[in-house]
Protein backbone atom coordinates (compact mmCIF):
# COMPACT_ATOMS: atom_id res chain seq x y z
CA UNK A 1 0.00 0.00 0.00
CA UNK A 2 2.92 2.35 0.67
CA UNK A 3 3.98 2.13 -3.03
CA UNK A 4 0.67 3.80 -4.40
CA UNK A 5 0.85 6.26 -2.07
CA UNK A 6 4.24 7.07 -2.89
CA UNK A 7 3.46 6.74 -6.63
CA UNK A 8 0.48 9.15 -6.11
CA UNK A 9 2.80 11.63 -5.04
CA UNK A 10 5.51 11.09 -7.62
CA UNK A 11 2.62 12.01 -9.93
CA UNK A 12 1.46 15.25 -8.45
CA UNK A 13 5.10 16.11 -8.04
CA UNK A 14 5.33 15.38 -11.76
CA UNK A 15 2.30 17.86 -12.09
CA UNK A 16 3.56 20.14 -10.57
CA UNK A 17 6.94 20.11 -12.12
CA UNK A 18 4.88 20.44 -15.51
CA UNK A 19 2.83 22.99 -14.58
CA UNK A 20 6.51 24.89 -12.82
CA UNK A 21 7.50 24.52 -16.65
CA UNK A 22 4.28 25.78 -18.64
CA UNK A 23 5.24 28.85 -16.02
CA UNK A 24 9.10 29.31 -17.05
CA UNK A 25 8.10 29.26 -20.36
CA UNK A 26 11.26 30.00 -22.39
CA UNK A 27 12.88 32.19 -19.43
CA UNK A 28 15.67 30.80 -17.33
CA UNK A 29 15.74 28.97 -14.93
CA UNK A 30 18.22 32.00 -12.37
CA UNK A 31 15.17 34.55 -14.31
CA UNK A 32 12.11 32.16 -12.44
CA UNK A 33 14.31 31.69 -9.32
CA UNK A 34 14.68 35.46 -9.01
CA UNK A 35 11.32 35.88 -9.65
CA UNK A 36 10.11 33.41 -7.04
CA UNK A 37 12.93 34.40 -4.58
CA UNK A 38 14.42 31.22 -4.01
CA UNK A 39 17.86 29.84 -5.19
CA UNK A 40 18.53 29.13 -8.66
CA UNK A 41 19.97 25.29 -8.11
CA UNK A 42 16.89 25.05 -5.73
CA UNK A 43 14.83 25.00 -9.55
CA UNK A 44 17.65 22.99 -10.99
CA UNK A 45 17.54 20.16 -8.79
CA UNK A 46 13.38 20.15 -9.03
CA UNK A 47 13.35 19.89 -13.05
CA UNK A 48 15.79 17.45 -12.98
CA UNK A 49 14.11 15.37 -10.50
CA UNK A 50 16.62 15.14 -8.10
CA UNK A 51 15.17 17.74 -5.12
CA UNK A 52 10.98 17.12 -4.38
CA UNK A 53 9.38 20.64 -3.77
CA UNK A 54 9.66 22.23 -0.50
CA UNK A 55 6.47 23.59 0.45
CA UNK A 56 8.78 27.49 0.42
CA UNK A 57 8.91 26.71 -3.32
CA UNK A 58 5.47 25.69 -3.69
CA UNK A 59 3.84 28.69 -1.66
CA UNK A 60 6.19 31.04 -4.07
CA UNK A 61 4.26 29.39 -7.35
CA UNK A 62 1.38 29.98 -5.71
CA UNK A 63 1.68 33.20 -4.67
CA UNK A 64 3.02 34.30 -7.90
CA UNK A 65 0.37 32.66 -10.38
CA UNK A 66 -2.42 33.30 -7.95
CA UNK A 67 -3.02 29.44 -8.09
CA UNK A 68 -4.14 27.08 -5.35
CA UNK A 69 -1.74 24.19 -3.84
CA UNK A 70 -4.42 22.03 -5.20
CA UNK A 71 -4.31 23.16 -8.90
CA UNK A 72 -0.51 23.22 -8.96
CA UNK A 73 -0.31 19.47 -7.92
CA UNK A 74 -3.74 18.26 -9.96
CA UNK A 75 -5.83 17.65 -6.76
CA UNK A 76 -8.07 20.27 -8.80
CA UNK A 77 -8.47 20.71 -12.41
CA UNK A 78 -9.74 24.58 -11.52
CA UNK A 79 -7.69 27.27 -12.61
CA UNK A 80 -10.02 29.87 -12.37
CA UNK A 81 -8.35 31.44 -9.71
CA UNK A 82 -4.60 31.10 -11.00
CA UNK A 83 -3.75 35.21 -12.68
CA UNK A 84 -0.96 33.76 -15.05
CA UNK A 85 -3.13 30.78 -16.26
CA UNK A 86 -5.66 32.94 -17.08
CA UNK A 87 -3.52 35.69 -18.54
CA UNK A 88 -1.75 32.26 -20.67
CA UNK A 89 -4.80 31.08 -21.85
CA UNK A 90 -5.92 34.38 -23.02
CA UNK A 91 -2.79 35.25 -24.36
CA UNK A 92 -3.16 31.93 -26.62
CA UNK A 93 -6.46 32.31 -27.45
CA UNK A 94 -5.95 35.89 -29.04
CA UNK A 95 -2.95 34.09 -30.75
CA UNK A 96 -5.17 31.76 -32.28
CA UNK A 97 -7.57 34.30 -33.38
CA UNK A 98 -4.18 36.34 -35.23
CA UNK A 99 -3.16 33.34 -36.61
CA UNK A 100 -6.50 32.26 -38.24
CA UNK A 101 -6.52 35.98 -39.26
CA UNK A 102 -3.01 36.09 -41.06
CA UNK A 103 -4.05 32.88 -42.81
CA UNK A 104 -7.08 34.33 -44.04
CA UNK A 105 -5.29 37.33 -45.22
CA UNK A 106 -2.23 35.40 -46.77
CA UNK A 107 -5.05 33.43 -49.06
CA UNK A 108 -6.58 37.09 -50.40
CA UNK A 109 -3.16 38.02 -51.08
CA UNK A 110 -1.88 34.64 -52.67
CA UNK A 111 -5.50 35.22 -55.01
CA UNK A 112 -4.70 39.10 -55.16
CA UNK A 113 -1.07 37.97 -56.48
CA UNK A 114 -2.08 35.37 -58.87
CA UNK A 115 -4.99 37.63 -60.75
CA UNK A 116 -2.32 40.19 -60.93
CA UNK A 117 -0.11 38.14 -62.42
CA UNK A 118 -3.11 36.96 -64.77
CA UNK A 119 -3.24 40.63 -65.88
CA UNK A 120 0.70 41.09 -66.54
CA UNK A 121 0.41 37.91 -68.97
CA UNK A 122 -2.33 39.34 -70.59
CA UNK A 123 -0.99 42.99 -70.73
CA UNK A 124 2.42 41.60 -72.11
CA UNK A 125 0.59 39.53 -74.80
CA UNK A 126 -1.86 42.21 -75.83
CA UNK A 127 1.41 44.60 -76.16
CA UNK A 128 3.17 41.81 -77.88
CA UNK A 129 0.62 41.33 -80.66
CA UNK A 130 0.31 44.96 -81.04
CA UNK A 131 4.13 45.36 -81.89
CA UNK A 132 3.57 42.78 -84.74
Known amino acids: MKSTEQKSLEDRIEIFIGRLTELKGN ?15 TLNYI ?7 SLEVALAVADMTGCSLDYLFGRSQESKGCSK ?3 KNAIITRQSQLLQSLSENVKEQVA ?13 SSQSKKKK
Open 47 to 53: FARERKP
Open 112 to 124: LLGEMETVENLTR
Open 85 to 87: CRD
Open 27 to 41: RSTIKLSKALKIHNN
